[in-house]
Nanobody
Framework: VQLQASGGGLVQAGGSLSLSCAAS????????TGWFRQAPGKEREFVAS????????YYADSVKGRFTISRDNAKNTVYLQMNSLKPEDTAVYYC????????????????WGQGTQVTVSS
């Protein structure tokens, strides 16, 4: 499966952004899908994940209540709605596909999109 992330940009603290991850090659119904992020000098970290069949979701504590992951079966696309953004949310955001929504370590995910930059100014 090939993944294409989009929707990043520059936003002020307190603002919102919506990221999209469009899949091609195979349907995402075969995979769990997740979002990760990587800030300069830091390891890639888990943000959120969603299962395809029952829409079970998981979030990192740092984004819980502010970010929402969702999916559109017809469009074979997963979204990440980010509200109340903080400067510490600044990072390159990556979408990933894999076997388990509870794989919180990035090396457990085999398929990756190219990343999209999110910058939150204070």
């Amino acid at each position: 499966v090939q993944l294409q992330a989009s929707g990043g940009g520059l936003v002020q603290a307190g603002g919102s952004l919506s990221l999209s991850c469009a899949a091609s090659g195979r349907t995402l119904s075969s995979y769990a899908t997740g979002w990760f992020r990587q800030a300069p000098g830091k390891e890639r970290e888990f943000v959120a994940s969603i299962s395809w069949r029952v829409s079970r979701t998981y979030y990192a504590d740092s984004v819980k209540g502010r970010f929402t992951i969702s999916r559109d079966n017809a469009k074979n696309t997963v979204y990440l709605q980010m509200n109340s953004l903080k400067p510490e949310d600044t990072a390159v955001y990556y979408c990933a596909a894999g076997d388990y929504t509870t794989s919180f370590y990035f090396r457990q995910w085999p398929y990756w999109g190219q990343g999209t930059q999110v910058t939150v100014s204070s």
